[in-house]
């Protein structure tokens, strides 16, 4: 479901959605995920909070950290990935690590190995889109069930 009234989706979005369960007059998105990801989306009730939360978060005022199911034994300690990230096809939201891509570091942090899979800790420094996604099949640990 998107997030705000798009394309075909004029009305079954999640701020439309909540703004009819609510009663709310209007709710901002402040903060969304990738197509295919799941999460936490954040919300603002006004213009005044919706800008002052998007600035603290273009700002890096506010640190977001993922967690990620990644197939195979991640190694321990602290991963950094420091590898630019591309839009290869910007119509299928298609990316990849590329010479020609922006700046991205990912910081990864394995927090439990199960012998098949890992949950790692996931501490983006830049937003780019599938960043950490990208970063991870780059590095051999692809998130597990993930189409992208």
């Known amino acids: 479901v998107p997030v705000h009234p798009s394309g075909a989706y004029r009305h079954n979005s999640i701020t439309l959605m909540m703004e ?16 295919l990801t799941s999460g936490v ?6 213009s005044d909070t919706a800008k002052e939360v998007t600035s603290m978060l273009a ?24 590898e630019p990230v591309c839009t ?11 010479p020609d891509g922006k700046e991205a570091v990912t910081y990864f942090q394995r927090l439990h190995y199960d012998g098949q899979t890992s949950v790692v800790k996931c501490l983006p420094k830049q937003g780019r889109m599938h960043q ?17």
């Open 20 to 35: 009819r369960e609510h009663g709310t007059l209007e709710v901002l998105p402040v903060h969304r995920l990738d197509r």
């Open 88 to 98: 290869l096809t910007p119509k299928y939201s298609i990316c990849d690590v590329h």
């Open 41 to 46: 989306l954040m919300f603002a009730k006004d």
């Open 132 to 148: 950490i996604r990208v970063h991870l099949r780059h590095v051999g640990h692809p998130i597990i069930n993930d189409p992208i």
């Open 59 to 82: 700002d890096r005022k506010l640190q977001k950290t993922y967690y990620a199911r990644v197939v195979g034994e991640f190694p321990s300690g602290e991963v950094v990935v420091n």
